[in-house]
């Protein structure tokens, strides 16, 4: 019996000492200085260790970021997604202050080869932001907006085989992130859905690293864990909300990648979330707000007759992203959270 007692005694002597050794979010030694912190303020002070700073976009806390007054003095260049490069120079005239009507600079996100940048209440809010953002900045601060994807002429496009040159988007996003960022010295917030932004993945990213490498910080959102969700997420209960963590040095770099969003391509990894560098917490997966989509264009019925003629010229299937009946339907059967009711 004594034996027996002396065995459990050992048992639980070693189980507490691994449980002291775990990182926990109140353990001195749990991050080595990286813990959750307020999500502008990590977002600026990466930006003096990395050119790029690369975010999961839409999302609203990075047109909080933009009105930031210390913004400018870190960041030259928004690189964005939802922009066709084809309308790069009427996009630099609008965000420099030019007399350019907001109804002709639409184009620019509007006619791209994603039916959903044209729907996105995000980007319909971003732009006129960064032109107002640089009426008040000095000729040195004033911010440019480079659109990354293909230089698509939707009014040359009456088949498959029209918008087949422009579906490789990774490409672009890459080539111009080298010519207009970073072989300028130039330092840029990338918006982009995070399969661009992660490394070594074969994307836009990845691929930039091939000559930029250890330049770019990504920065990955929480939209709840794929298992053990909730008791996870009691963790983040005290994180300040939004807050940017690191995944080196943190329990959530411990965690293994399984309990991660897996994305096409990417390279197995053991532990963290593979080819991010950092997590955004917005709050827990259950209040999460649903980005919602545009009303100017939804009652644009010129357009709308566009998306339906693109979506008939390039063979698009009932239901495809390509018709805005799509995003009609999934606008009235939504609520107003991301996962819930």
């Not at 004594?2 to 507490?16: D, N, P």
């Not at 040159?165 to 072989?183: G, H, Q």
């Not at 080196?248 to 309990?259: I, N």
Request: hydrophobic content about 40%; charged content about 20%; glycine content about 8%.
């Amino acid at each position: 019996m004594r034996k027996l007692t002396y065995i459990a005694a050992v048992a639980l002597a070693a189980g507490a000492a691994l449980l002291a050794a775990m990182p926990s979010e109140s353990s001195p030694g749990a991050a080595s200085g990286a813990r959750p912190q307020d999500a502008q303020e990590a977002i600026l002070a990466a930006f003096d260790r990395y050119d790029v700073v690369a975010g999961a976009s839409p999302n609203d806390i990075f047109l909080d970021l933009i009105r930031n007054p210390a913004f400018p003095s870190k960041a030259d260049v928004i690189a964005v997604e939802c922009g066709n490069s084809l309308y790069q120079p009427l996009l630099d005239r609008y965000i420099a202050g030019e007399d350019v009507p907001l109804g002709d600079v639409r184009q620019v996100w509007r006619n791209t080869t994603q039916p959903s940048c044209g729907f996105s209440v995000f980007y319909e809010r971003l732009f006129p932001l960064v032109r107002e953002v640089n009426r008040g900045l000095p000729p040195a601060e004033k911010l440019r907006v480079v659109a990354c994807d293909p230089p698509i002429d939707w009014s040359k496009v009456t088949s498959p085989e029209g918008l087949a040159p422009f579906e490789e988007r990774d490409r672009t996003i890459a080539a111009l992130m080298k010519s207009e960022v970073l072989s300028k010295d130039r330092k840029a917030l990338m918006l982009f859905g995070i399969s661009h932004l992660l490394h070594g993945a074969g994307s836009a990213v990845a691929m930039y690293e091939q000559e930029f490498p250890g330049v770019t910080y990504t920065v990955a959102p929480h939209f709840g864990f794929q298992k053990d969700n909730k008791k996870l997420e009691k963790r983040m209960a005290g994180w300040p909300v939004p807050s940017v963590v690191p995944f080196a040095g943190t329990w959530l770099g411990q965690l293994d990648a399984s309990y991660f969003e897996s994305r096409p391509g990417q390279p197995p990894a053991a532990n963290g979330y593979p080819g991010a560098d950092a997590y955004l917490y917005t709050g827990p997966r259950a209040l999460i707000l649903r980005q919602q989509i545009a009303a100017s264009t939804v009652l644009d019925t010129k357009y709308i007759t566009e998306l339906r003629r693109r979506a008939t010229a390039v063979a698009d299937p009932p239901g495809g992203l390509m018709h805005p009946e799509t995003f009609f339907r999934r606008e009235l059967e939504s609520g107003a959270l991301e996962f819930g009711t």
